[in-house]
């Protein structure tokens, strides 16, 4: 039987802002337990939560991104569970009415080596807090609570069940992660658990219309995670299926370690919440008025850019799409195809897309660290096109300049003279070297003259080989032709 796996993400982004989403006590990661906790977060009696402004503001920055509606007034409630580091009794969250509705999230998905631009339609978006923690190791044989966490200010962004692999999954929640670190709304830190997803995979025949039940499982921190995650428990309930059983709707964790998903709770226990609206805090409003300044103020966004770059460098929707998946990226591609100019721009898509992301991707390292600047790989651009060297050279140049590590503006050039890579284009010397390569294939000429057109490239290899890729490509083909003429 074919089966077709069915996932929906819901993601934790914690917000950038300098204080709780309820309180002034700092979110600043990292310092001691328990050092940043307002009365608020303590649940002190008679301690009121007061909305922090910019935690909203960031909301109203996704909805814009992702082209949602922003609700004009959206209510904050009660969600009612017991845990230790949840000092409330409940968690301030959103339910019926989130401040974000709707939208999508565009992202290239490379799928047998075919790349296409798809996009995931979000459910919603809504504001809560986060609780604290619960220290299990290290503390003393006892389990510890620490508080900092607790009110720092999250979106959870949730997905239609749109996606049909873990590939896919892990696609769409790094084109997420790219947009969120874009606006600057959240530092993307996933170790830190700053962005963390909860995945809800089901399988269903292929073909069948109904989605099967689904298993969510918590707390995904890394893209790898997500992945072998997502992957585990669909080949799980597959196997379960097939065995003839069934599978229960379930929240679930994966442990890396044993790369299994485990069972925390079945629909079964599943809590009962208990939402309510929250009366400590009235309806969030926001006006037109508002959301008009806000989008005043923010960058330019990835689709935005796209746009421009298919229209002032003309470039393919594919090249846009791929350039514009990181700002940093986006930045270093119109840095370059500023300095080469429009004619170049196409070439500097290319070189972007190749040579610098394999380095990167083999270096495990980010543009923005990249060795080689922008001004840099321009100028190896531009003796591209002034014939100095040729495409195939200025690869062996440029792994040279990145191996460097030089700010040397004409670093390029450097490389160029030193390593003697200069194109060579003087008719003579080209001459020379083809009047050696048909002594030595006189068998190739013969070919040739008796109508094999394949052996005209043969010859052109040997001629490119004898002059160690330095001949100019069009000028010897040029010379050659003639030669065999004459
Ligand atoms: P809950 O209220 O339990 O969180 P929701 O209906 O809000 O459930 O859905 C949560 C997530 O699960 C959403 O991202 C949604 O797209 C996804 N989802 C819902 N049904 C399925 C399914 N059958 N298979 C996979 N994902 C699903
Ligand atoms: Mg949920």
Request: with cysteine; hydrophobic share 40%; charged share 25%.
């Amino acid at each position: 039987m074919q089966w077709e796996v069915v996932i929906g993400l819901e993601t934790h982004a914690q917000l950038t802002t300098q204080s709780k989403i309820f309180s002034g006590a700092s979110t600043r990661f990292g310092a001691e337990p328990n050092t940043q906790v307002s009365p608020v977060d303590l649940a002190l009696p008679g301690a009121l939560p007061v909305m922090n402004k910019a935690a909203v503001e960031r909301a109203i920055q996704f909805g814009l991104a992702v082209d949602a509606l922003i609700t004009p007034v959206s209510i904050f409630a009660r969600k009612n569970y017991f845990y230790p580091d949840l000092p409330k009794g409940y968690q301030i969250s959103q339910f019926e009415t989130p401040v974000v509705q709707g939208g999508k999230v565009s992202f290239v998905f490379e799928k047998d080596g075919k790349a296409e631009v798809r996009s995931v339609q979000l459910t919603r978006a809504h504001l809560e807090e986060d609780a604290g923690k619960s220290l299990h190791e290290d503390y003393h044989g006892m389990t510890g609570i620490d508080l900092n966490r607790a009110g720092t200010p999250l979106l959870e962004i949730v997905t239609e069940p749109d996606m049909r692999s873990a590939a896919e999954a892990v696609a769409y929640a790094k084109a997420l992660h790219s947009l969120v670190t874009w606006l600057g709304i959240c530092d993307g830190n996933m170790q830190e658990g700053s962005f963390r997803c909860d995945a809800n995979v089901s399988v269903r025949p292929m073909g069948q219309q109904e989605y099967g039940t689904r298993c969510e499982i918590k707390n995904l921190n890394s893209f790898r995670f997500l992945e072998d995650a997502i992957n585990i428990e669909v080949r799980r309930q597959i196997e379960l299926i097939e065995d003839g059983g069934r599978v229960v709707q379930a929240t679930r964790l994966y442990d890396p370690e044993k790369r299994e998903t485990r069972q925390m709770r079945s629909k079964e226990d599943a809590q009962d919440y208990r939402y309510f609206p929250d009366p400590d805090l009235p309806p969030l409003a926001i006006s037109p008025e508002w959301i008009a300044r806000v989008k005043a103020e923010m960058p330019e966004l990835p689709a935005a850019m796209r746009e421009r770059f298919i229209h002032a460098f003309a470039l393919s929707e594919y090249d846009a799409a791929v350039l514009t998946q990181s700002k940093a990226m986006a930045t270093y591609f119109e840095a370059v195809a500023g300095l080469v100019g429009k004619e170049q721009a196409k070439q500097a898509a290319n070189w972007l897309m190749g040579d610098v992301a394999s380095t990167l991707n083999r270096e495990n390292t980010d543009i923005a660290a990249a060795p080689v600047s922008a001004a840099q790989l321009a100028l190896l651009l531009q003796r591209i096109a002034d014939g100095t060297i040729s495409n195939k050279i200025a690869k062996e140049v440029f792994a040279a300049m990145w191996e460097a590590g030089s700010a040397s503006p004409t670093l390029a050039d450097e490389v160029i003279t030193s390593k003697g890579l200069k194109q060579i284009s003087d008719s003579g010397a080209l001459e020379a070297i083809i009047d050696g390569v048909l002594a030595a294939n006189a068998k190739s000429v013969e070919e040739f003259r008796a109508g094999k057109e394949k052996a005209f490239n043969a010859l052109i290899g040997q001629a490119m080989k004898a002059s160690a890729g330095k001949a100019n490509p069009a000028q010897l083909t040029e010379l050659l032709k003639k030669k065999l003429a004459g």
